[in-house]
């Protein structure tokens, strides 16, 4: 089944050098091993099991785990009430990357780079292992200060030929849907760190920097209560390795 993607948010962003008044930093003290998001769909039978699977997974804070409903399964019978178009894209523009077209529900990807059946607890804890061993390429720190949130991006441990995107995604933490038709009819799923919005804030060109956001932004999608802001390679140019991750405080 397929993703669906929020509109971007249109934000002012500064992109300011490691200076200024300092703020409280709210990064947890445990810093994020992985990144595994699920595509997954209230219109597919086989997702309430990896939907499960993820609610468990992201009490794990070594684990930033995000939940992209995706919308190519909504003729089926049921509109997924949380999927968004830009989700389906952004789990095509992975298939593209990775080269081997896989798109399908649930799908687990892990740092932006392999992927897995999402109900897969054996191979998804592999994948994390495998590719959060070396630990992120940029260091990552949230704090907020004065209406804004300060993304303080490290240097990188060599030179960069492309700059990364820096996304800003908003998220509830929790999400609780009965399903009233479809091939889950009846059946009623809680979802875990559900994205509800996503917007590009920034790039990253492998120097110190600090991204500023207004905090008005960073919380206007509906229903969110907190955030993640990743470092990535850029997707268009078929790259999609997570290269640095941060979850924000919720409200």
């Known amino acids: 089944m397929m993703v669906r993607h929020t509109s971007n948010i249109a934000a002012a962003v500064a992109l300011l050098l490691l200076a200024g008044a300092p703020a409280h930093a709210q990064q947890p003290a445990v810093r994020p091993q992985a990144v595994v998001e ?3 769909s209230q219109g597919c039978s086989s997702c309430p099991a ?3 699977l993820f609610t468990e997974l992201a009490k794990d804070p070594k684990l930033i785990t995000l939940t992209l409903p995706v919308t190519y399964w909504d003729y089926l019978g049921w509109k997924d009430t949380l999927g968004q178009e830009v989700f389906s894209k952004r789990q095509k523009l992975y298939a593209k990357a990775r080269g081997d077209g896989q798109i399908y529900t649930p799908q687990a990807v892990v740092n932006g ?4 059946v999402g109900s897969d607890k054996g191979g998804i804890d592999k994948l994390v292992q495998e590719q959060g061993k070396s630990g992120f390429t940029v260091k990552v720190d949230l704090s907020e200060a004065d209406g804004a949130l300060r993304v303080a991006l490290g240097q990188a441990p060599f030179a960069s030929e492309k700059p990364a995107v820096v996304w800003l995604l908003q998220v509830s933490r929790t999400a609780t849907v009965p399903i009233e038709r479809g091939e889950n009819t009846g059946k009623t799923v809680t979802y875990a760190n559900v994205v509800r919005g ?3 804030i920034g790039e990253w060109n492998g120097q110190a920097a600090t991204l500023s956001v207004p905090l008005e932004t960073v919380r206007s999608a ?3 209560d907190s955030y993640v802001v990743l470092v990535q390679a850029d997707l268009y140019a078929r790259q999609s390795a997570i290269l640095g991750a941060a979850r924000g405080p919720a409200k």
């Open 113 to 116: 780079a392999a992927h897995i």
């Open 222 to 224: 509906a229903k969110a």
């Open 50 to 52: 990896a939907d499960a």
């Open 198 to 200: 996503i917007s590009r």
């Open 38 to 40: 699920l595509f997954t």
